[in-house]
């Protein structure tokens, strides 16, 4: 779905979405799985496709983190919620597949959720690399297609209509995205019938 379409979507669905994703964070254990995540985040942070900032209480209090986001709404709420956590952080309104910062400005580069609504997945990896620094870290938590047949078929054949819904592709592989964008794998562990991935890659 085009950047444009995906920021209208996520713009209408921001006052709602933590009252939806909070519930399926209980369900699937997410929480718990971007605090592992977090847990290597260092420095200065920058983390892409904000939104809400469900993922502001990870980070340790020595990190500083810009957060961007497409979607202005989005970011409204994470800044109300950072009001709440504290984290010492700045906004801007930003598309991931063009960074506006420069090479490798960033200790830590941070993704939850997001590679789903990217049109371009691969070149938002390589912006993500692009603004780390070499030895930095670029940490995902993604979901995708399920590592068990029967569960990746129903995703494969309800896909279209779960993106026009809510401008996610549900069936992708993340992990071949990250190898197409050319960062080296550190760690990747999938999770919940395989449909989730908690990724940490260097930028070269
Ligand atoms: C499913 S939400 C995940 C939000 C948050 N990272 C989380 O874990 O709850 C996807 C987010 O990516 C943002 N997004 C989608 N496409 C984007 C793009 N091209 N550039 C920046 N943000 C984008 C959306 O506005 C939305 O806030």
């Known amino acids: ?80 919620r950072n009001g709440r956590v504290g984290v010492a952080a700045r906004w801007a309104q930003m598309d991931t597949h063009s960074l506006g910062f420069a090479n490798g400005v960033f200790d830590t580069v941070v993704d939850t959720l997001c590679l789903c609504t990217y ?22 938590l993604e979901h995708g297609r399920s590592g068990r047949g029967t569960l990746a078929r129903v995703q494969d054949k309800w896909a279209e209509w779960h993106e026009s819904a809510l401008g996610c592709v549900w069936n992708r592989e993340p992990q071949d995205y990250v190898a197409q964008a050319g960062l080296k794998l550190t760690s990747a562990r999938r999770k919940v019938f395989g449909v989730f991935h908690v990724i940490e890659a260097r930028p070269t």
Request: aromatic share 6%; proline share 6%.
């Open 1 to 80: 779905m085009d950047p444009r379409e995906v920021r209208e979507k996520y713009d209408a669905f921001a006052p709602s979405y933590d009252w939806a994703e909070g519930f399926l964070e209980l369900l699937f254990g997410i929480k718990r799985m971007r605090r592992g995540l977090l847990r290597s985040a260092r420095g200065k942070v920058l983390e892409v496709g904000v939104g809400t900032g469900n993922s502001l209480p990870g980070y340790s209090p020595d990190c500083v983190v810009t957060g961007v986001d497409i979607s202005r709404g989005m970011m409204q709420q994470a800044r109300k």
């Open 119 to 140: 049109s371009e997945p691969v070149r938002a990896l390589k912006e993500m690399a692009r603004v780390c620094r070499p030895d930095g870290r670029v940490l995902l």
